[in-house]
């Protein structure tokens, strides 16, 4: 017990910046002062080979966070049916929606990531997290922020669903909030190297369950699979 409590008063410092991501009212004044499409850490088709190894295009898809990536956008293109994008700014949803109200298969809302009641119990058979945790990490009151919106995913994920989470932070501070017996996940730690400019192949999906190569600057993917009842 004593380690869990140390861990649960850690801020993630190592994969932050001085600006406090975790907080609205700065997302409202980025997205006033940048209106233009933003992707964190990476494109789609960087990650496309990944999504399509766990996610059917049929599923009901939960987007974490979505600010004005165009990520959603390239997984309808690419035949994904149904996405479910929110965000704690309503700037940014006020945008999103006028730009794709033609696009049925996509749909916006603004939320906090750590109250998600507007949904029901297993409403999602695929939720993606693309920098949004790391942001709760970033802010005050981390440990609390995040144990909050991990246990809405929870909640909201499907029996056999999956939680695909895409973070820079350090898997020995990322993984303890995540492997956690109340949720009862499966879970499979990937590193994806980041692509050097002008390079088409898409990555190479490896496999590990702990990455200490420092001279690899990789995004480490987190992939918790809740257990069937």
Request: with cysteine.
């Amino acid at each position: 017990m004593g380690g869990k409590k140390a861990l649960m008063g850690m801020r993630d410092v190592s994969s932050c910046s001085t600006y406090n991501y975790g907080d609205a009212l700065y997302w409202d004044t980025r997205y006033i002062q940048e209106a233009g499409p933003f992707d964190w850490y990476q494109r789609y088709s960087a990650l496309r080979p990944f999504i399509h190894r766990y996610i059917p295009k049929s599923s009901p898809i939960l987007m974490l966070g979505c600010g004005n990536a165009v990520m959603s956008e390239d997984m309808v293109k690419d035949g994904y049916e149904d996405i479910v994008n929110i965000d704690i700014s309503s700037v940014v949803i006020d945008m999103m929606i006028k730009k794709y109200e033609h696009v049925p298969q996509l749909k916006y809302m603004q939320m906090d990531v750590r109250d998600m009641s507007f949904f029901f119990n297993d409403s999602f058979d695929s939720i993606i997290d693309k920098g949004t945790l790391d942001s709760l990490m970033c802010g005050t009151n981390a440990p609390i922020s995040a144990a909050q919106m991990l246990g809405e995913v929870s909640r909201l994920l499907k029996p056999g669903g999956i939680y695909m989470l895409i973070t820079y932070g350090d898997p020995s501070v990322r993984m303890p909030h995540l492997n956690q017996s109340k949720y009862g996940w499966k879970i499979t730690l990937y590193i994806i190297q980041r692509l050097k400019k002008r390079v088409s192949p898409p990555p190479i999906l490896q496999s590990k369950m702990m990455c200490n190569n420092s001279d690899m600057q990789a995004t480490i993917c987190l992939l918790p699979q809740k257990d069937y009842d």
